[in-house]
């Protein structure tokens, strides 16, 4: 290996290092707690390191922790598409919940990160690939993008509302059958 080789090598473990340090503190103690300073002395790196890596700070770190999550998600997803909609959507679900933190870095924290434009990063696409392939064969005659978008909406809205304790938890399993059965109805 020359040198050039090894320190791009450890460059690359020392950004990966900064990112699992901050979903680890992130799913331990919220994202507000996550804060280069605090990730520096967890490290063991200066603050400058971090900032040579991720020249945007918390913000730029989040996104990158994003990035891991939405291929996480995307494999989480292509494993339970044999199941079809019902276990995609039960995927998705656990997903959200077993790392609610990564969830908001993904969806519902700010973020330069976007759907749908032409720069959207490759493996936010196959997340939604995955919910489009288990959305397409129902969709019948309306358009599976949008189908597949109000589906992923409504998942959404569910852990949103359950995560804020503004739905019953008892009727959590009915409501998400419930929305696979409506969104299995072909629309012919």
Do not use: C
């Given at each position: ?6 320190r ?13 340090a901050?979903r680890?503190?992130a ?16 490290i063991e ?5 971090l ?21 996480e ?6 494993a ?6 019902a276990?995609?959507?039960r995927?998705?679900v ?5 790392k ?5 870095a993904?969806f ?13 990063p ?6 939604f690939?995955?919910l ?21 909406s ?9 995560r ?10 009915e409501?998400?059958s419930?929305?696979v059965?409506?969104?299995g109805?072909r629309g012919d």
């Amino acid at each position: 290996m020359t040198q050039r080789q090894r320190r791009v090598r450890d460059r690359t473990e020392r950004g990966q290092r900064i990112v699992t340090a901050a979903r680890e503190l992130a799913e331990a103690e919220g994202w507000d707690a996550v804060t280069t300073r605090r990730l520096a002395a967890l490290i063991e790196y200066s603050q400058p390191v971090l900032y040579s890596h991720f020249p945007g700070g918390k913000d730029a770190i989040m996104a990158a922790a994003a990035l891991e999550g939405f291929g996480e998600l995307a494999a989480t997803l292509a494993a339970a598409r044999a199941a079809g909609l019902a276990g995609v959507a039960r995927a998705y679900v656990e997903f959200a919940e077993a790392k609610p933190a990564l969830y908001d870095a993904m969806f519902t924290l700010a973020s330069e990160l976007r759907f749908a434009e032409d720069d959207t990063p490759e493996v936010m696409k196959a997340s939604f690939a995955e919910l489009l392939a288990v959305v397409e064969p129902v969709a019948g005659t309306r358009n599976a993008g949008v189908l597949t978008e109000v589906f992923w909406s409504t998942l959404h809205g569910l852990i949103t509302l359950d995560r804020g304790h503004r739905l019953s938890r008892e009727h959590r399993d009915e409501r998400l059958s419930l929305v696979v059965a409506r969104f299995g109805v072909r629309g012919d």
